[in-house]
Structure formats: C-alpha cells, structure tokens
C-alpha cells in the first residue's frame, strides 16, 4: 500500500509541476474569497482516486474536494490533493500532495510529496519517517526561546481573528522566530525533518495533516490538541513539536485561550 501511495503521489506531483502558470478557473469555496480551488485541485484528486482504486476498490476515501466515498471499509484514503493552493496559483513553489491510509481509526501510512524540490517525505507505522528514502528525525532543541516554530491561519480569520493573532503575538515573544508557508502538510513534515522545532495551527482538516502527523511521530515528535491531549485527524487543533518543547508551547497556548 505505501508503494501505491508512492507511485500515486509521484504521479499527482508532476502532474501539478506540469500545469503550473496554466490554471484557467479560479473558485471560492464557501464564499470566502481566500479558499481557493482550481480545476488542477479536482484533476489532481481525481488522477489520485482512480489510481488508487486501481488496486484498492473496495477502499474508502475522504477528499478535500470530493468529500467522503464510503463503501464501509476498514481502509481509509485521506487525501490532499493539492494542499498550498494559493501558493500554487501565484506560481509559489511551496505546495505538496498528501495521501495518508487510515486503518480502523488509526493512521497507517502517510506520504508527501513536493514536486518542486522533488522531495518525498513518507512514514509507515513504527518503521520511522524518510526523506527520499533517508531517515529523518526532529530537532533536539529543548527550549522555546530557541526554537524555529511555523504556523497556518484559518480561511476566515479576518472574521474572526482572536484567538489566532493572539497566539501568535504570544508565540512571537517566546520563540526565535515564527515562518508561514501556506501548507499544512509541509509544515508537518519539515517538522519531521528538523527545519522547524514546532507547528500549531487552530483550524486545520483532515486532508491537511493525516500523512504529516505519522510522519511526525515516527521522526520522533509529538501532536496533540492546544491543551496537550491526544487528538485525532478530525479534531480542529493541532500542535506538532520536537516533543523537547511541547509543554512550554502548550502553556504559551492555553494563555491565548478562552477559560
């Protein structure tokens, strides 16, 4: 199954490098000018589930754009198709494909893949995480003040931009320094690699981080929700880190949030 993740995720990528500068249909979704899906989002989804299907048919699937295709399987696809989106129509090569497996509730597999620098970062259950085939592990960085963190707003945060802005005035003051690259699952996954010691972000959907969170945890770190406790992909909250620094970022965010 992880090859076929693989050689999907391989595929949807060029696809995407390919069409870069060719978009020709630009749609909002939900009426919020900044959530945006292009006719290469549902191209790239589509060439993801059919080659899956191939394989795996009787496998179900949750997408960002198709939504759910149930079949009432054990085995779950959650994909991404094109996760950086607005990156992707200004010609930003910061954007990725994320298929992760899910197996009765549980994350089997992840795999990303970022065709512009070509890196494939992937992670089976307790086999560890790799970037082009090498192990990678997260940071030894033990203290926050310290600690290169990255993070992500919602959609609609100009509508409702408390308590995000305050936890990341708060994050400002703790940290070293705070980076926002405009994919979740890159994000996760340079966690894995040591690039960042820490991610959070308040919104986030399941397409967004069920390959990045195995890859995560098997580079060595940690998730959970803002307040420290175990989490699932289909929960809002997410909070990566090294593990070395996960307390102090949950106590900068439980100041942030609402009693």
């Known amino acids: 199954m992880l090859n076929v993740a693989i050689e999907t995720a391989l595929e949807a990528g060029k696809f995407l490098k390919t069409n870069v500068g060719k978009i020709r ?8 000018e900044t959530n ?21 048919p009787q496998h179900d699937f ?13 085995y779950r696809w959650i994909i991404d198709p094109l ?11 910061i954007y990725c494909v994320s298929i992760g497996l899910e197996y009765k509730g549980e994350i089997l597999l992840g795999v990303v893949y970022d065709p512009s620098r070509d890196e494939l970062f992937t992670a089976e259950k307790g086999k560890g995480a790799r970037l082009n085939k090498k192990r990678i592990e997260v940071t030894k960085t033990t203290k926050l003040i310290e600690s ?8 609609d945060v100009n509508d409702h931009p408390e308590p995000s802005v305050t936890h990341f005035r708060n994050f400002l003051a703790e940290s070293q320094a705070i980076r926002r690259l405009g994919s979740a699952a890159l994000d996760l996954c340079y966690v894995a690699a040591g690039r960042f010691d820490g991610f959070w972000e308040g919104v986030i959907r399941p397409w967004d981080m069920a390959a990045g969170v195995l890859i ?14 175990t989490s699932s992909v289909y929960k809002e909250e997410m909070l990566a880190t090294n593990g070395l620094i996960h307390d102090q970022m949950v106590a900068v965010l439980k100041k942030g949030m609402k009693k």
């Open 83 to 93: 996760d950086g989106t607005v990156n992707y129509t200004h010609a930003l090569p």
């Open 62 to 74: 949750l997408c960002e754009e198709s939504g759910a295709a149930e079949v009432k399987s054990d």
């Open 36 to 56: 945006l899906v292009t006719e290469i989002d549902k191209k790239s989804e589509q060439l993801i589930i059919n080659k899956i299907k191939q394989h795996f």
């Open 148 to 155: 290169l963190l990255v993070t992500g707003f919602a959609y």
């Open 25 to 32: 249909r630009i749609e909002r979704k939900d009426g919020q």
């Open 216 to 229: 995560v945890t098997e580079a060595g770190g940690k998730w959970t929700d803002f307040r420290g406790l």
